[in-house]
């Protein structure tokens, strides 16, 4: 029995959506201990992806007038694009962990989103009408700026890293940033208020007692954006990739600092009216030990020198401090 078109893009989805389940996943072959040149990996990875882009564009080009393609000619062209994203899969798996496990995420995302979009596309070409050609026009799109996207990519893992870094340090700039505003707004329009001023509108306003913790919480996020900061600066001038010690403190660097935001997030929010006492508690021990933690991985890695010594100290002296000025407020 001849195959019918449906059956022809079925298959090919059904061996899309099982490359996309292995991504997900983690799944590839390490190879650290082979031969690997990261210039031969990304010259490779960009030409397949261009190679996925120009069969895509034909592909959608066939099937945007009539006469459509038939099963033979529809089953050829898939099974062309076939080659192409596997050649990209292929590729992204010679990719070993000891080149970084923050650059193969990076580098696996990327692939994710290539993937994704031609199950997108390929499922689309069996949809007719004005309406599906539009929608088919802006899906090419997104497998074009997913292919393109390749080419912007961090080429190492010290360069992902500090992309994370610098990524970190803007979401507790936003943050902190956020919670001046409110504080300055507030200050702004009111001074110190009589107890039957803060009983009309507790809920909307600082009382007193909580302007007394809003600077100590402030300080440790403060500390923790000028960490990042000082962090972003050295690993620009000092870090390295060129052993599996430096990039796997590259790699360890990444996974401490991402747990720095939700934690500045936390802390803010339980500065905001009406600030309760327990919350903020917890917060701010968990922002504490997370910078300190930090802080102290950093000091002993090869991008900290002795002349970092100083603003490391001094930065962990600044948590302490805000800790110990926060600390009898909230017991009090």
Known sequence: MAE????????????????????????????????????????????????????????????SK???????????MLRTLETAYLEVLSTFYTLPKSCGLVLRKEVNMAVLQIVESLI?????????????????????????DACEAIEGLPQNNLQVTCKIIQREDGLVLDALQEIEEEVAAEQSGNGLRTEEEEEEDNSMTWSNQDRELLFPCMGLVKTARSSFKRIGAVLQIKGKFETEEQISQLDDLVSKSVEISPAVDDMVSCMYPPMNKDAVRSA????????????????????????????IEFLLKAVAHNNNKLLPLLNS
């Open 4 to 63: 019918s078109l449906g059956n022809v893009f079925d298959t090919v989805v059904d061996h899309m959506q099982f490359a996309l389940q292995q991504l997900e996943g983690g799944e590839g072959v390490d190879k650290s201990n082979c031969e690997f040149s990261l210039d031969d990996f990304w010259l490779k990875l960009r030409v397949s992806s261009k190679y996925i882009s120009n069969e895509v564009t034909k592909l959608c080009l066939a099937f």
């Open 66 to 76: 009539s006469p459509l393609p038939g099963v033979t000619q529809t089953h050829e």
């Open 120 to 144: 997108t596309v390929v499922m689309s070409l069996q949809e007719e009408g004005d309406k599906a050609q539009k929608d088919r026009l802006m899906l090419t799109g997104r497998v074009w």
């Open 284 to 311: 701010a021990a968990v922002l504490k030990t997370r910078v300190e933690a930090l802080l102290h991985m950093v000091k002993q890695s090869h991008y900290a020198t002795e002349e970092d010594i100083g603003w």
